[in-house]
């Protein structure tokens, strides 16, 4: 997936500020969205010392799930009830059709994750070498989510509760993400300079990024531009040609730990969605 596209501008088309007390009113959420040049969040708040952990998926029908899978939901799900912690998650419709993983469609809703989705068929909006050239009109793009949507809702969902959503392969130019707007989306996308979208390259291959070099990433962009409202992607996938030591999940307690220890808190889009209604 592509993850460096659309680099953070400061200098966003949209900033907002939004102030609402969290249930019980034990914490303040607190939103200054930047975005990009396509309208698109890509920080929740730079100054607010909370992370947004994101996981996204795809089930590559066509080779049975080998090479693009769910099947790092449970481990993840694992991890982040171990540690106290809540997520974000937008697999694709596609991953919601497969038997396997209906436990943990209901292990997010029930364990108080934010569940989304990532189109229904993981899309290919716009050319990834030249974004101007749109792939998917915006009629087929209706339909893709009409679909997307008949899943989520069969989980029990309404779409007040899963509006926010990442666009499939991270990749889109203004048109497409205006199409996704119209259908009455709002939309994020991981925070650009992070190598944590490479951890579907396979050892020996040129664009190959292991594991460590990902984790080594992630603490020398810590330690340059600070955490604040960074939204980190993490693939909720099993890749082929990689060990388990070698999946950026496994990892994801020493992520969260680390994180702690300098000070961060977690929150999730249910955070955002309650700022926003807060504020109306």
């Not at 708040?45 to 795809?58: G, I, M, Q, S």
């Not at 099947?71 to 419709?93: I, M, Q, Y």
């Not at 209706?142 to 997307?148: E, G, L, P, S, T």
């Not at 070099?213 to 960074?230: A, F, L, R």
Request: aromatic share 10%.
């Amino acid at each position: 997936m592509k993850q460096l596209q659309h680099f953070l501008t400061m200098a966003a088309l949209m900033c907002l500020a939004l102030t609402a007390c969290k249930q019980g009113g034990n914490s303040v959420v607190t939103l200054n969205f930047q975005t990009d040049d396509c309208g698109v969040v890509r920080n929740f708040n730079p100054d607010e010392k909370t992370v947004y952990l994101v996981f996204t998926a795809h089930y590559s029908a066509n080779d049975s799930g080998r090479f693009e899978n769910f099947d790092g939901v449970v481990p993840v799900l694992d991890t982040l009830k171990a540690k106290g912690v809540k997520g974000s998650f937008f697999p694709t419709g596609v991953c919601f059709l497969q038997e396997k993983y209906q436990a943990p469609l209901r292990r997010i809703i029930d364990e108080g994750h934010y569940l989304s989705a990532h189109s229904m068929n993981h899309l290919m909006l716009c050319d990834e070498a030249d974004p101007s050239k749109t792939l998917v009109g915006a009629d087929s793009i209706a339909v893709d989510f009409a679909q997307m949507e008949e899943r989520l809702n069969a989980l029990g969902l309404t779409k007040e509760q899963y509006y926010w959503m990442i666009p499939p392969y991270e990749n889109y130019n203004k048109e497409t993400a205006d199409a996704m707007r119209n259908l009455g989306y709002h939309l994020l996308n991981p925070t650009g300079g992070f190598l944590t979208g490479m951890d579907w390259t396979s050892p020996g291959a040129k664009n190959y990024v292991s594991a460590k070099e990902i984790m080594d990433n992630i603490w020398q962009y810590e330690k340059e531009h600070s955490m604040n409202g960074v939204i980190l992607l993490i693939h909720a996938m099993n890749y082929p040609d990689r060990t388990d030591a070698d999946r950026v999940y496994t990892y994801l307690g020493e992520i969260i730990d680390t994180l702690r220890a300098k000070g961060y808190d977690f929150k999730t889009l249910h955070d955002v969605i309650a700022a926003e209604k807060a504020a109306q």
